[in-house]
């Protein structure tokens, strides 16, 4: 899906009739709908300088239509690195059904890829913009194939892409730690600035050893004051001794709480109600997060009501969009916080209002309450203008987004 967008304004501007939700409408059984107001906004330096009672005579203000201003979005799990988007379509082959499977095909695809991975990585990112995105937490591989080659070239696929789009990094250790011998790559890509975060991989399964894999992710981060975001698909006890052993460190260690997640975490799908409650709460004690995709093959889907009721982080992404690991993936936001309403049944205006946050980390307009919280003077200027009447409406119908700022520079699309 390529989309022309129209570069509208940098720097010092004014946005008038922006649509902004006030408040809840109740009545006697409760939320009904959302107050919506205009307003005019002006940016500065990249920032919301000052909010405004509507004022349509401003002759020099840029024109927001009336559409509703929402935070833009931010995926929290995705691989720019490595996408078969923007080349021929390409289904999932029936022949590799497990991550050392699709560990062996990465070995032998990955040089070419690599040729044309900064193209095809503006590509990716051009398709999460189109949906509202502006920021990503993007995991690149590092493997004995590639060396940080994927890095290298993700950074300057979001070079070109600078003024619309940012990102933190995760450094990814696809082929297991010590399953192809990654542990000095990963090293040294701990040491770079531009790396927030450091991954693993199935410390079970592929790495054979949950502890060895665990204890050096978490000296890692230690060492270089670095976040940490491990892939887990096992699934099981070896599934929950991965997660539980990581909360157990991070409360030894609690420089790393609030900067510790496990991704997909498939375990949790698996348990009983009250197995959930206890790993949530010690979650939270840990103040560990969980990044999911929100999958709900085979009937199975993940706890993420039970997480969030008990205070623990959530994060969405969208992971693989239309690559070799999945068929799947749209690249829209607004589409993953879609499926957890219908999913688990969050169908009511407060509840689609609320669920809003799973698309833009948390943030949303009105608090639990109905007050107004976003936007507020001072917020960095990344916001989406979108065709709904309230955040509800967005979630429920997708809404499309016909512009979006990042740092302030905002784009128009044609």
Known sequence: MQTNYKTIAKGNYTLKNVRLETGFIEDESGIIGTK????????KDGKIAKISAKNP???????????????????????LDKTLYGLPWQALSPKRRTVADMIAYEQEIIPELLK???????????????????????????????????????EKALENKKETFSAELVAFPQH?????DSASLMKEAAQLKSVAFVGGLDPFSIDKNIEKAIDFTVQLALDH??????????????????????AELTIKNPQLKGKSYVSHAFALAHLSKNEEQEIAEKLAEAKVGIVSSVPFRNKVAMPIPTLVKNGVEVLIGNDNVQDYWSTFG???????????????????EYDLSRNLGFATKNITPLDNKGSQQWPKTGDNA??????????????????PVLALAHKGNLVWKN
């Open 116 to 154: 044309t991975s900064v193209e095809r990585g503006e590509q990716l990112i051009n398709l999460l913009q189109h949906y509202g995105t502006t920021y990503a937490r993007t995991h690149f591989n590092v493997d004995t194939t590639s060396g940080l080659k994927s890095l290298e070239n993700l």
């Open 36 to 43: 919506t107001d205009l307003f005019s906004i002006e940016i």
């Open 176 to 180: 297991g730690l010590y399953y192809t």
């Open 225 to 246: 004051n670095k976040g940490i975001d491990i892939h887990l698909h096992d699934t099981g006890k070896e599934g929950m001794r991965t997660i539980e052993y990581l």
């Open 57 to 79: 005579q401003l002759t020099d203000a840029i024109d927001a239509k009336r559409l509703l201003m929402l935070p833009s979005f931010k995926d929290m799990h995705v691989h």
């Open 382 to 399: 990344d916001i989406v203008l979108i065709d709904a009447s309230c955040s509800a409406e967005a979630v429920a119908r997708m809404s």
């Open 330 to 348: 749209t690249g829209n936001m607004l589409q993953k916080a879609n499926l957890i309403s219908e999913l688990y049944g969050l169908e009511t």
